[in-house]
Structure formats: structure tokens, C-alpha cells
């Protein structure tokens, strides 16, 4: 991932939806199939296994089939990648851009604009 805004805006549209976030929330050390996460967030069976299949693309769950059921899992080592690129986002200055002495510059460099005279007539 390596801070790519491209996949920076799909971990943040993963976890943009009110419901998925209460679902990470809800498997936090624990396994739950698709039947319990709907009756603990009070929404279809249908609705969740939507928000799932979004997450399980993204990497954030693992599912696991056990007898008749899928339980779900959150993805230690997705969560862990992720943490690392909100961090990395979000703390100024971890890739601060330089010139060759060592000072802050700006990304874009600024145009200085022609100095207009005022002219008598």
C-alpha cells in the first residue's frame, strides 16, 4: 500500500459505513456468524452479508465455515497494515519533502507573479 492515496480512499470507503464500523467493532476478539451480527445491529440477514462480502474483499475479515454456518473474523494483519498507513497519514512530517540543506519545502512551488507598474497617462 505504501501510503497510495488510490488505496488510502478504499480503506477509507471500506470503513466509511456507519454499519460496517459497529460490525469491526462487534468482532473485535470474537468470531460471529452472519445470523448474530444481524440480530446484534438489528438489520437483514441480507444487509449484512453485503457489508461482509465489502469487507471480506477489502481484506478486513476472514470467513471460516464451520457446520452450517460462516463465522467471521477480523484480519489481524489487515488491521495492522492499516493502522500503519492512518499513522503514517496522519502524523506530519514522517515524509516531509526537503531541499538538499534540510528545510521543509513546499510540494508545488509558487509562481511569482510579474510586478505591474502603474503607468501616468
Same mark, same amino acid.
Given at each position: 500500500?505504501?501510503?497510495?492515496?488510490?488505496?488510502?480512499?478504499?480503506?477509507?470507503?471500506?470503513?466509511?459505513?456507519?454499519?460496517?464500523?459497529?460490525?469491526?467493532?462487534?468482532?473485535?476478539?470474537?468470531?460471529?456468524?452472519?445470523?448474530?451480527?444481524?440480530?446484534? @445491529?438489528?438489520?437483514? =440477514?441480507? +444487509?449484512?452479508?453485503?457489508?461482509?462480502? /465489502?469487507? *471480506?474483499? $477489502?481484506?478486513?475479515?476472514?470467513?471460516?465455515?464451520?457446520?452450517?454456518?460462516?463465522?467471521?473474523?477480523?484480519?489481524?494483519?489487515?488491521?495492522?497494515?492499516?493502522?500503519?498507513?492512518?499513522?503514517?497519514? @496522519?502524523?506530519?512530517? =514522517?515524509? +516531509?519533502?526537503?531541499?538538499?540543506?534540510? /528545510?521543509? *519545502?513546499? $510540494?508545488?512551488?509558487?509562481?511569482?507573479?510579474?510586478?505591474?507598474?502603474?503607468?501616468?497617462?
Amino acid at each position: 500500500m505504501a501510503g497510495e492515496p488510490k488505496e488510502l480512499a478504499r480503506l477509507f470507503k471500506v470503513l466509511a459505513v456507519g454499519t460496517r464500523v459497529r460490525i469491526v467493532q462487534l468482532l473485535k476478539g470474537r468470531r460471529l456468524c452472519v445470523n448474530a451480527l444481524a440480530a446484534r @445491529l438489528d438489520v437483514t =440477514q441480507g +444487509a449484512v452479508s453485503q457489508h461482509l462480502r /465489502v469487507m *471480506r474483499d $477489502a481484506g478486513l475479515v476472514i470467513d471460516e465455515k464451520r457446520g452450517y454456518y460462516v463465522h467471521y473474523r477480523l484480519n489481524e494483519q489487515t488491521l495492522a497494515a492499516w493502522r500503519e498507513e492512518i499513522d503514517r497519514l @496522519l502524523h506530519p512530517g =514522517q515524509e +516531509a519533502r526537503t531541499d538538499k540543506k534540510g /528545510v521543509p *519545502r513546499c $510540494a508545488a512551488p509558487m509562481r511569482r507573479k510579474k510586478a505591474v507598474r502603474n503607468r501616468r497617462t
